[in-house]
């Protein structure tokens, strides 16, 4: 048990819908991250939040966004969703300086 | 921007026998962290090892080890003695040192099949 808990873990929904995706860090963690990766790809970076601020981002659609709240709990919201975002949504959390990242089990989104 | 690159899609090795999966990566940074993640048909991401750039000497864990060589920006890992449980999709990946900025790049994995 990595420490980080990400909810909900299966989740089908349909085209054009929106979805909320929760992550909760682990105990002491103030950074958060947040990857996808579709079926047999690499993860790809989202972005990433310290301690309620947005500090680096990827390849984020305009469509995603994400936050994180003053008890560092993180959302991903997608929304308008299309076929291709099908995926796994990784969260994952590090105390920062030399640690590395800690995941959850992931969040699998099925879009028909 | 920092890039992973892991050249080899796919890799097998006999139980017991060893093998290397490769890792270059690009970067005008002289401090940042190297890792390498296990991510079984189960799909949860497991640390396998760690290495530290400022740190010239490799790093080891049971049977795991990595070849750090940092004028070539490689980072390889060796896995001794495979077992069956070693069967999955091996990830490297990249962490800036600098203050403020720590966007952690992953290389596009090598999946390691495991034969009896």
């Known amino acids: 048990d990595s420490g980080v808990t990400q909810t909900p873990k299966h989740l089908i929904t349909a085209t054009g819908q929106r979805v909320t995706l929760r992550c909760s860090p682990r105990?002491?963690?103030?950074?958060v991250y947040w990857y996808q990766q579709s079926l047999d790809q690499g993860l790809q970076f989202l972005i990433q939040y310290y301690n309620g601020e947005e500090r680096a981002k990827g390849n984020i659609l305009e469509r995603f966004s994400a936050q994180q709240f003053p008890d560092l709990h993180s959302e991903l919201n997608l929304s308008s969703l299309e076929l291709g975002d099908s995926a796994l949504y990784f969260c994952?959390?590090?105390?920062?300086?030399?640690?590395?990242?800690?995941f959850g089990e992931g969040s699998r989104l099925t879009v028909l | 921007a920092q890039t992973v690159t892991q050249s080899q899609p796919e890799m097998s090795v006999q139980e017991a026998e060893t093998v290397t999966l490769s890792c270059t990566y690009d970067?005008?940074?002289?401090?940042?962290?190297l890792f390498w993640y296990k991510q079984p048909p189960s799909r949860q991401m497991i640390l396998v090892i760690r290495q530290e750039a400022y740190k010239q000497q490799n790093a080891t864990e049971n049977r795991f080890s990595v070849n750090f060589q940092k004028a070539a920006k490689s980072f390889s890992l060796k896995i001794s003695d495979s077992q069956l449980g070693d069967a999955a999709m091996y990830f490297c990946a990249y962490r800036s040192a600098m203050e403020g900025y720590q966007k952690v790049t992953f290389g596009t994995g090598t999946k390691l099949q495991v034969i009896p």
């Open positions: 970067t005008s940074e002289s401090d940042y962290y």
């Open positions: 105990s002491g963690d103030l950074s």
């Open positions: 994952a959390s590090t105390s920062g300086g030399a640690g590395e990242l800690f």
